[in-house]
Nanobody
Framework: QVQLAESGGGSVQAGGSLRLSCAAS????????VAWFRQAPGKEREGVAW????????YYTEPVKGRFTLDRDNAKNTVYLQMNSLKPEDTAMYYC?????????????????RGQGTQVTVSS
């Protein structure tokens, strides 16, 4: 069983940056894909991005493409989401999730291991 814990959230002004971390309680091998999701108040949870385990490939949804960057450190069992040029519409609870093997579609219930979230608030 893999437990995930997000950290790094906070409050920033528009245009600022944050770096979120997703730390796993156990070994995350290069066979685990990891994704980030977010949920704004009153809205459905949406996928943000994923990164594969081996020879990491990344995918970003259109709202964050060019502003967010994923990387991972398997030795530290941690995946990072660097968020730059933040906008008020990025305000949400951010969650990470993991699955063994290739990434699943960015639907929350398709990922086997899921964290509790970290809050990101961007003010204008």
């Amino acid at each position: 069983q893999v437990q995930l814990a997000e950290s790094g959230g906070g409050s920033v002004q528009a245009g600022g940056s944050l770096r979120l971390s997703c730390a796993a309680s156990t070994y995350i091998s290069n066979h685990h894909s990891v994704a980030w999701f977010r949920q704004a108040p009153g809205k459905e949870r949406e996928g943000v991005a994923w990164i594969t385990g081996r020879d990491p490939l990344t995918y970003y949804t259109e709202p964050v493409k060019g502003r967010f960057t994923l990387d991972r450190d398997n030795a530290k069992n941690t995946v990072y989401l660097q968020m730059n040029s933040l906008k008020p519409e990025d305000t949400a609870m951010y969650y990470c999730a993991a699955v063994v093997g290739l990434p699943k579609p960015l639907q929350w219930d398709q990922w086997d291991y899921r964290g509790q979230g970290t809050q990101v608030t961007v003010s204008s």
